[in-house]
């Protein structure tokens, strides 16, 4: 059986915690207990994330040093997090199977991701990231650096940059040839590294950051999946959240869902992107018997069994 498993990067960070590394790693390690947890009963597993709060702290450090040390770009920044994060997961994992007394190796693959050049995305920058500013400040980095400033839920205002939807992955064939081996991979970390291809083939970083649930859903049917498993912070994926009729979703269909899509269930700004994962995945994934499991990280083992979380199928 074969998994792809996206976890989101606020998964490595503690509600009201630092934030920082001792922190990740100490995230990384409770982490990784339900992933050996399916090593052992045999999955092959491939692990995505995110890097949402990580790139916001990368480029942050790239405001700080400015005049001190040379810049980095957003795409370096992906690639940056991309390293340590991988690093980090791919050892605290398999740490965790050694404890075990499994000898398994754990490699993370620097995935980089096609996107359109004329994508859409790029006219209209839509995704936050960094720290927020007062309006003042807001102002001033837009005069001094051309950036895109948006209002965010009246919180302040952040950056926001381009996130186009992904094409294909350039590493893809050599993912699906360790998948296809029962190899213990992580990949497409960030939604991965955003490049546009050129004349002759020619590849090139943009400014960009990509969606890391879209990314997997891609992974996840060129490697035949069995399942691909987005976690997030709830057991269910609901419908009527916060009403009187809300009810979790258990065990659904495609029709069903794109059904709730149209009735517009979904928040843009949390599940929304997931379940357009889910949908992407299940129409491109070659197997009749695909299923997508939405839950927490600590129930997965118990989802991807059906005894909770959100089960959608074709």
């Known amino acids: 059986m074969k998994a792809v498993i996206a ?8 509600d009201g915690g630092a934030g920082d590394i001792p922190e990740q790693f100490s995230r990384s390690r409770a982490m990784a207990a339900p992933l050996a947890d399916l090593v052992e009963r045999g999955w092959q597993v491939t692990v995505t994330h995110g890097n949402g709060p990580q790139v916001g702290s990368e480029m942050r450090r790239v405001e700080l040093s400015s005049g001190q040390v040379y810049p980095i770009d957003l795409g370096l920044a992906v690639a940056d997090t991309q390293g340590w994060m991988g690093y980090m997961i791919a050892q605290t994992w398999q740490n965790e199977l050694r404890r ?13 991701v096609l996107v ?15 720290d927020f500013m007062t309006k003042e400040i807001a102002k001033a980095r ?5 950036w895109r400033i948006v209002e965010d839920s009246g919180r302040g205002y952040r950056r926001v940059v381009a996130s186009p939807q992904p094409v294909t992955i350039n590493e893809l064939p050599l993912i699906r ?15 991965g ?16 950051v990509i969606d890391k649930d879209l990314t997997s859903a ?43 899509m149209r009735d517009k269930q979904f928040p843009p700004g949390s599940m929304l992107p997931k379940v357009q994962a889910a949908v992407r995945f299940l129409e491109q994934s070659p197997r009749n018997d695909a ?4 839950t927490d990280l600590f129930n997965l083992p118990q989802a991807l069994a059906g005894a909770t979380g959100t089960t959608i199928r074709k």
Request: charged content about 25%; proline content about 4%; overall charge negative.
């Open 7 to 14: 976890i989101g990067g606020n998964a490595l960070i503690a």
């Open 100 to 112: 075990r007394g499994l000898q398994r190796t754990c490699a993370a693959i620097i995935t980089t």
């Open 116 to 130: 359109d050049a004329n994508d859409p995305g790029f006219a209209n920058p839509s995704k936050p990231i960094g």
């Open 142 to 146: 837009e005069e001094k650096d051309g």
């Open 177 to 191: 040839q360790l998948a296809l081996a029962g190899e213990l991979i992580v990949a497409g970390g960030g939604g």
């Open 193 to 208: 590294i955003p490049v546009v291809e050129g004349e002759a083939g020619r590849l090139d970083g943009v400014e960009a």
């Open 218 to 260: 891609i992974i996840a049917a060129a490697c035949e999946s069995d399942v691909l498993a987005l976690v997030t912070g709830v057991e269910h994926v609901f419908v009527d959240f916060g009403k009187s009729t809300q009810r979790p979703l258990k065990d659904v269909g495609l029709d069903e869902v794109r059904e709730h």
């Open 291 to 294: 299923r997508v499991v939405i």
